[in-house]
């Protein structure tokens, strides 16, 4: 039978999921300020209209990206200021020389610092140069200006827009690839592939997500998404004991509907002893509308080192994301590759495309290498509308005592508008947390009747209870008028 059972697990029986990825949200309006260069002096540059449409008015543009990546949480406004001609040349080579300094990018006197959430610089004429294409910072950085002290993201591209759009279905994959830098990202969405039968980590390597191979991918992956606030506890399930999960498409907006699994892994997976990657959990996502979806048949063929072709033409299936907190303290993403051996038999003409098959098909098994005989099987894909996943999990003592401590504690009333009563744990101390939908832990006490959520803002909250005399945890959901 197939469930479609709540987003939170029972935390009894493995480690919260507020342990690990910590969601830092970036929702409602990000104002930009757009501000170009023009070095070269001549008729070249892309035009103010082209810019602006760009960002802000095309179908394909940063605006449209991000509202679609975001399910419409948060949105990109801005202004595209004329280009600026008198001004410090750029100077050297490599990097970061190809941008203007920070001493010019905060003496802009028409730019309005007091309202922008980034500054997006637009240098023309830097082609003779070794420049990157895009380049970002990691968050909002502290900058002097003419009205004093302030933050903003700083983003910088020597990239032209592509029109109508490129395969991501956007004016610039690369803009769109910086940008989700400058929302806190500091790193790529790799892979994890094998080379020669040794596990390896492919720097842009998840073809499938705009930080990975940027130029085939659409959305960011689902861990990003839950990190930012776009994926809530609404449309994700932690996956606790052995049952059937359907998933639904990454890339539509479905509000309460399940678009990523999580698996806390109480041992860690640790594919390649000799590199310091060490997997902590398991984001598993479908993804149904790709940008390779819009692709010809002969786009979406993978060229093979003895240049033939793979033809990549079954793309609907399971993508696992292997998460790593313990060894970097932001948490890093990598698409663990479910087909490691070589594509068609001899691998494909670059390391990145290895990982182009990644996904786990129809009727195929991955399990987990782990002492915790973890296993997971897609058993249905209904193409672009959801697949199922069957996963058995270890067996677990707790697990009854569980439901039996969760139907015994009772909390009323729901909605709650001042006190949040506790009742059936008569003679019990407990440590209540309460979570917001982002998984941000923003109320803890210990009590034995009631919680004061009085000056909490309306919404849903997860309220972990632990029992200070047997250690028994379990999780309820309420709602603050």
């Not at 303290?329 to 070589?342: A, E, F, T, V």
């Not at 997860?462 to 005399?469: F, G, H, P, R, T």
């Amino acid at each position: 039978m197939l469930k479609n059972i709540l987003s939170i697990g029972a935390v009894a029986l493995c480690s919260s999921l507020f342990s690990q990825v910590v969601v830092g949200p970036v929702l409602d309006t990000q104002r930009l300020a757009i501000v170009p260069f023009d070095y070269a002096l001549d008729s070249s540059h892309t035009s103010i209209s082209d810019i602006d449409s760009g960002f802000f008015k095309s179908s394909a543009s940063m605006k449209a990206f991000f509202a679609e990546a975001s399910y419409g949480k948060m949105t990109l406004e801005g202004t595209v200021y004329p280009y600026r001609r008198n001004q410090p040349p750029l100077f050297g080579v490599g990097y970061t020389n190809c941008y203007p300094t920070d001493a010019v990018i905060t003496n802009q006197p028409d730019v309005n610092y007091a309202i922008i959430d980034n500054i997006i610089l637009l240098p023309h004429d830097t082609a003779s140069k070794s420049c990157a294409a895009g380049n970002s910072s990691s968050g909002k950085l502290p900058f002097t200006t003419p009205i004093g002290p302030q933050q903003f993201r700083r983003s910088g591209f020597r990239t032209s827009f592509y029109f109508p759009n490129d395969f991501s279905k956007t004016t610039s994959s690369t803009i769109a690839h910086e940008l989700m830098h400058s929302f806190g990202n500091g790193f790529h969405s790799n892979s994890y592939v094998q080379d020669s039968g040794v596990w390896k980590v492919q720097g842009y390597g998840n073809v499938f997500d705009i930080l990975g191979l940027r130029s085939q991918a659409s959305h960011p992956c689902s861990m990003l998404k839950h990190k930012l606030g776009w994926l809530t506890q609404q449309e994700i399930q932690q996956v606790v004991q052995t049952d059937t999960f359907r998933i639904y498409p990454l890339e539509q907006t479905l509000p309460g509907q399940t678009q990523c699994l999580i698996i806390d892994l109480t041992q860690q997976l640790d594919l390649q002893p000799t590199d310091t990657f060490k997997f902590d959990q398991l984001y598993l996502e479908y993804r149904g509308l790709t940008g390779f979806d819009s692709r010809s048949a002969w786009q979406r063929r993978v060229r093979l080192k003895n240049n033939t072709y793979y033809p990549n033409d079954s793309l609907h299936g399971l993508s696992i994301i292997g998460v790593d907190c313990s060894s970097f303290q932001d948490c890093r993403p990598m698409l663990i590759d479910m087909h490691p051996d070589p594509i068609g038999g001899v691998g494909a003409s670059y390391f990145p495309n290895e990982a182009s098959d990644a996904p786990l098909k129809l009727n195929e098994t991955y399990k987990v290498a782990t002492a915790d005989s973890i296993s997971i099987k897609v058993i249905q894909v209904s193409q672009g509308n959801y697949i199922d996943v069957a996963i058995t999990m270890p067996l677990s003592t707790g697990l009854e005592n569980y439901k039996k401590a969760a139907a015994k504690v009772q909390l009323y009333p729901s909605p709650v508008e001042d006190y949040l009563h506790i009742q059936g744990a008569q003679g019990s101390v407990y440590r209540v947390q309460l979570y917001d939908i982002y998984g941000n832990l923003v109320k803890q006490e210990l009590t034995e009747e009631q919680v004061d959520m009085s000056n909490l803002k309306s919404g849903l909250y997860i309220v972990v209870m632990e029992d200070l005399s047997t250690m028994q945890r379990i999780q309820k959901r309420v709602i603050k008028m």
